[in-house]
C-alpha cells in the first residue's frame, strides 16, 4: 500500500448554468405533453405576472425553479418543503413542438 501511486485529481470541467436545447420531440415527448399538457402547463402571458395565491389556491411562500431538467430537484423541494408551493418553468420555443 505504501508503493502505491498517488492517484492523479480529477479533471475538472467548467459548470455550465444554462445550455439551450433544440431540436424536436421524441415520441414519448409528444405523447406526455399531449396526455398531459393541459393538466401540468400553463399558457402565460410574458406581460403578466402569475398570481401564484390564485393559481395554487393557498397564500405560501413560492420557489420557482427555472429550467428543471427530469424535475427530481423540484419534487425534492417540494417533499422537503411542503409548506411551501413549489412551481417549475421551462421556456420551450414554438418552433420545438411537434407539428
Known amino acids: 500500500m505504501e508503493n502505491e501511486p ?5 479533471k475538472m470541467r467548467p459548470i455550465r448554468s444554462f445550455v439551450l436545447r433544440q431540436g424536436r420531440m421524441s415520441p414519448a415527448q409528444t405523447r406526455a405533453y399531449e396526455q398531459l399538457g393541459t393538466r401540468f402547463m400553463l399558457a402565460h402571458d410574458n406581460a403578466a405576472m402569475i398570481d401564484y395565491r390564485a393559481l395554487f389556491g ?3 411562500p413560492t420557489i420557482v425553479e427555472i429550467g428543471f431538467g427530469m424535475g427530481e430537484s423540484t419534487a425534492a423541494i417540494a417533499r422537503l ?17 411537434p407539428c
Not at 498517488?6 to 480529477?10: D, I, L, T
Not at 418543503?81 to 413542438?97: D, E, G, M, R, W
Open 6 to 10: 498517488a492517484a492523479s485529481p480529477a
Open 58 to 60: 393557498r397564500d405560501a
Open 81 to 97: 418543503i411542503p409548506s411551501a408551493t413549489s412551481s417549475a418553468s421551462k421556456y420551450t420555443p414554438p418552433a420545438s413542438a
